[in-house]
């Protein structure tokens, strides 16, 4: 992908770039791209957490459906790496 810039945001990248200590400022550019994307996730997280505290009250876990949870969600983070 190629993104063409303003000069005066050519020059704020490469600033940025030497203030944060980038290799590259394709490596500023990728960070700050990875911080929207973990913005974005925690927002959907928290909306589906007020939506589950909203929709009434829960229902009790086993010990062995607790296991099965986090089972499902060390695959799935393992699966994002």
């Keep these: ?26 490596d500023y550019i990728r960070s700050l ?5 973990k913005r974005h996730e925690q927002e959907r997280l928290e909306k589906m957490l007020l939506e589950g505290m909203a929709s009434g009250s829960g229902l009790p876990m086993t010990p062995s459906q607790w296991k099965k949870l986090h089972k499902e969600a060390r695959g799935a983070l393992n699966f994002r790496k």
């Design 33 to 37: 791209i990875r911080d929207d994307l």
């Design 1 to 26: 992908m190629s993104v063409s810039l303003p000069k005066h945001l050519k020059e704020y990248i490469k600033s940025r770039t030497r203030q944060d200590s980038f290799g590259t400022p394709s």
